[in-house]
């Protein structure tokens, strides 16, 4: 017996995937808006980079150099790297996703931690293959939580360090201890999207990892601390297997040309960096201070947010908080689907746009600042 189809039909378990919803960027009503849902910097991207992405801009109808020779060269100049290593791509987005592409399939396991980046899970059921959540400790990656949950399918790991949304980060100490205990043929993917911002003596973004093994990835981005989100820049510092491996099923230009020029423009101003890092820090520790002050739980954070937690009395809730901040125009992030159903993102932003998410929540939780 045949059956007749009318349509299209995906293949097996792409339809049971939730799409990927980012941070709300509207108050409908209000005349102001300070955007902090999206961990966006508020200092913007370097005039150099701007510079670099005008220039660009004259020659558009040139393809794009397809290997990006001039931001890997750059970004390995900056780190002390080889060229050889490096891997760029339409934001670390794409790498992600070429990643679970390449390494995973059918009857294959990713694992993934309870809190982490929701396009982790999404990337590993696009290939296939089957997501492995485990818990977390106090809003941390638990290593032994992981091991605990590596079969003979498992073949890739995902660690975001720092983590998004929490804010957390793993001690060096214990990445090498999980790298250690893992199969040779599982792939530990170091998500440091906000590397950038860690100043702890026990933390490190990976490089080190991937020059030792031949396992380990590390994957960057350009578009939060470097403040070149509209222009998806990702890299990946990965052993030259793994770099071939990617290199033949990625796109021939997979970055366009204005975002080469003003990426590798970016990396080379480190004194801007310095900037941006310096004004995250001084408002890390204001704003933590700050919302506790009124009331309000914040989890330790390494990065450029905050995740914040309500108190679930009295109409205290998260979700009437971010209708109430959003009214008066800020806009932070519900993370209610990566399993904080009563707390909210908060970017670090200008000083404007901190000194009033204070003052409106303090008016929110009865407390005016």
């Not at 399918?153 to 001690?171: D, E, R």
Request: glycine fraction near 8%; proline fraction near 6%; charge should be negative.
């Amino acid at each position: 017996m045949s059956f007749v189809v009318n349509e299209p039909v995906p293949r097996p378990g792409i339809l049971d995937i939730a799409a990927y919803v980012p941070g709300k960027e509207h108050a409908p009503g209000v005349a102001r808006v300070f955007k902090l849902s999206s961990n966006e910097t508020p200092l913007g991207p370097s005039p150099k980079a701007i510079e670099a992405f005008k220039h660009a801009a004259e020659h558009l109808e040139l393809y794009p150099d397809g290997q990006a020779n001039e931001l890997r060269n750059a970004i390995a100049a900056v780190h002390g790297l080889n060229p050889a290593n490096i891997l760029c791509g339409n934001g670390s987005d794409e790498l992600l996703g070429l990643l679970c592409h390449v390494y995973l399939g059918p009857g294959d396991e990713g694992i993934i931690t309870e809190h982490g980046f929701l396009v982790y899970k999404i990337q590993i059921m696009g290939a296939g293959a089957t997501p492995v959540v485990v818990k977390e400790k106090d809003a941390t990656v638990d290593v032994d939580a992981i091991l605990a949950a590596v079969t003979e399918k498992t073949k890739i790991v995902f660690l975001a360090n720092p983590a998004n949304p929490t804010g957390t980060y793993v001690p060096v100490s214990e990445i090498r201890r999980l790298q250690a205990a893992l199969p040779r043929h599982v792939v530990l993917v170091l998500d440091a999207a906000y590397a950038e911002y860690v100043r702890r003596n026990d933390y490190e973004a990976g490089l080190e990892l991937v020059s030792a093994n031949r396992n380990v990835v590390m994957t960057r981005t350009f578009s939060k601390a470097y403040g070149l989100a509209a222009l998806r820049i990702g890299w990946m510092y990965a052993p030259a297997a793994v770099v071939d491996a990617l290199n033949r099923v990625r796109g021939p230009f997979n970055l366009n040309a204005p975002a080469i020029a003003a990426g590798a423009a970016a990396v080379r101003d480190q004194g801007f960096i310095e900037k941006a890092v310096e004004h995250n820090n001084l408002w890390l520790d204001k704003l933590t201070h700050a919302l506790e002050t009124l009331g309000l739980r914040v989890t330790p954070s390494v990065a450029n947010f905050l995740l914040i937690h309500f108190p679930e009395v009295d109409g205290k809730r998260a979700e009437d908080a971010d209708a109430f901040l959003t009214s008066r125009g800020y806009i932070l992030r519900a993370v209610k689907g990566y399993g904080f159903p009563n707390a909210l993102r908060m970017t670090v932003g200008t000083e404007e746009a901190n000194r009033g998410v204070i003052e409106a929540l303090g008016e929110f939780m009865g407390r005016p600042a």
